[in-house]
């Protein structure tokens, strides 16, 4: 596998990443919406750069690369984080939808951070890593809050 085929497992990430958060931002109330919505323009964000480092090494040889590491790398993204952003069916509450969101927020930033040792002169990475952890600490402090899980405005996500 070379660099660019790695990194368009990445872009296809946030590609999917920014499909899911659109879908709940429509499912979602107003006090929610806007996370979702913010989110997915991050993710859509983070897919350009992606397309940018991809051009940027489409010629490059950057030497041998870890075999068994890349194969790790893609491995994971195939079998955790795909299956949970492929999956069509949308949570029926904010919670579980957080929940989700979080879970795929977390193995995102493992993947990136898995692709950073591999290619550590990908600075760009490590844009793209802290904002990814700046989407988990923003779900999670809404999974937290306990005010917005009042069950007669927010309970269900219709």
Excluded: W
């Amino acid at each position: 596998m070379t660099i660019t085929e790695l990194l368009g497992v990445a872009l296809k990430i946030e590609g999917a990443g920014y499909s899911y958060y659109t879908k709940l931002a429509q499912k979602s109330s107003d006090k929610v919406r806007a996370l979702f919505e913010e989110l997915a323009n991050d993710e859509r964000t983070h897919a350009k750069t992606f397309e940018e480092i991809i051009k940027e090494y489409e010629d490059k040889n950057l030497g041998n690369l870890n075999e068994e590491e890349i194969g790790y790398a893609t491995t994971y993204a195939q079998e955790i984080i795909f299956p949970k952003l492929n999956d069509d069916s949308i949570p029926s509450t904010l919670r579980d939808a957080l929940k989700k969101a979080i879970e795929v927020e977390k193995d995102s930033i493992i993947f990136y951070t898995d692709i950073q040792a591999l290619i550590p002169e990908l600075k760009l990475l490590e844009k793209i890593i802290e904002e990814e952890k700046k989407h988990l600490k923003k779900l999670t402090m809404k999974l937290n809050d306990e005010d917005s899980f009042d069950m007669f405005s927010e309970g269900s996500m219709i």
